[in-house]
């Protein structure tokens, strides 16, 4: 917000200037000094190129910065900064393709970008989440962990019981020994071994 405003300022300031240099060739030449007026318009030429020339970076610059965030959901980057409105808040979900690892080293990844793996609590979220990340066509590991005392799956970051599931039909079926949960073309989820080396996805509120 505040390269914008500056960038505002600018713009409004190069018009001011040029308004300004106008007004001073128009007083002279009423006045008779003819003598100026070449230098008048030479001096508002160069003033309205140099304008035009700072607008044009300006516009550079706008350009490039759309081609990076476009360019967001590659390798390890921020995919999206957005308001998921069942939680009502912004998250961000960061993708680790650059890597693969067992999740429990990948967890630590997600710690260090201050997030954690990520909790999918409603439908929204994942239909959300499967319009961001489904052309890549890969296994995601999400926040999911069996709990093997109460044998039951919860959300390992909150410890909250999962109150929306979107498993494949068969599972999960490893009967305890798949203690850890991935995401499959962000869509159906599966119960792996922890050992297994997949991708991750955090979460950062």
Not at 1 to 23: D, F, H, P, R, W
Not at 79 to 96: D, N, Q, R, S, Y
Not at 132 to 141: M, T
Not at 187 to 195: A, E, K, V
Request: proline share 1%.
């Amino acid at each position: 917000m505040k390269t914008s405003k500056a960038n505002e300022e600018g713009y409004m300031a190069g018009l001011y200037l040029i308004q300004v240099t106008i007004l001073i060739c128009l007083i002279a030449c009423v006045d008779g000094q003819a003598l100026y007026e070449d230098i008048c318009v030479n001096k508002i030429v160069n003033e309205m190129h140099q304008f035009y020339d700072r607008e044009m970076q300006l516009q550079t610059q706008v350009n490039k910065l759309k081609d990076q965030l476009g360019s967001c959901t590659c390798r390890a980057a921020c995919l999206a900064l957005e308001t998921v409105h069942t939680k009502g808040m912004l998250f961000c979900i960061k993708l680790t393709e650059t890597q693969k690892h067992h999740m429990r080293v990948l967890k630590t990844k997600c710690q260090s970008f201050g997030g954690h793996l990520l909790e999918i609590e409603t439908q929204s979220e994942q239909i959300w989440l499967k319009g961001k990340v489904s052309f890549l066509a890969e296994r995601w590991w999400i926040g999911a962990a069996l709990d093997t005392v109460k044998n039951v799956w919860i959300w390992d970051y909150s410890g909250t019981a999962m109150s929306f599931t979107n498993w494949h039909p068969v599972e999960p079926n490893g009967e305890g020994r798949e203690q850890c949960a991935l995401m499959w073309d962000a869509d159906l989820w599966q119960d792996y071994p922890c050992t297994d080396l997949f991708y991750i996805i955090c979460e950062r509120n």
